[in-house]
């Protein structure tokens, strides 16, 4: 069993700047991959951001390329999302998660989730 508590969201205006935090607790958590994925107001829950526990393989969704970086630190079990820029339409409920493997891209690949955190964009 793994818990992942996600922290760092809030109101923020455009173009600014958040970092968000997921820390886990249970399984040795440097043999996961990590996730991000946010949902809005009745929209589906889309991927945002993924990376490979080893870090040098990291994968981003086509809306936040250049803008949002994905970092994790395995001692202190903790992944990181950095988002730049930022728009009004990256308001969304974010949410961590991990995975033994397979393509990051997919909610279906994850075996455990956040129970996520509020990112409000003012235009």
């Known amino acids: 069993q793994v818990q992942l508590v996600e922290s760092g969201g809030g109101l923020v205006p455009a173009g600014g700047s958040l970092r968000l935090s997921c820390a886990a607790s249970?399984?040795?958590?440097?043999?996961?991959?990590m996730g991000w994925f946010r949902q809005a107001p009745g929209k589906e829950r889309d991927f945002v951001a993924g990376?490979?526990?080893?870090?040098?393989?990291?994968y981003y969704s086509d809306s936040v390329k250049g803008r949002f970086t994905i970092s994790r630190d395995n001692a202190k079990n903790t992944v990181y999302l950095q988002m730049n820029s930022l728009k009004p339409e990256d308001t969304a409920v974010y949410y961590c998660?991990?995975?033994?493997?397979?393509?990051?891209?997919?909610?279906?690949?994850?075996?455990?989730w956040g129970q996520g955190t509020q990112v409000t964009v003012s235009s």
């Open positions: 998660a991990c995975s033994i493997g397979g393509d990051l891209s997919l909610s279906y690949a994850y075996d455990y």
């Open positions: 249970g399984r040795p958590f440097s043999s996961y991959a």
């Open positions: 990376i490979r526990w080893s870090a040098g393989s990291t």
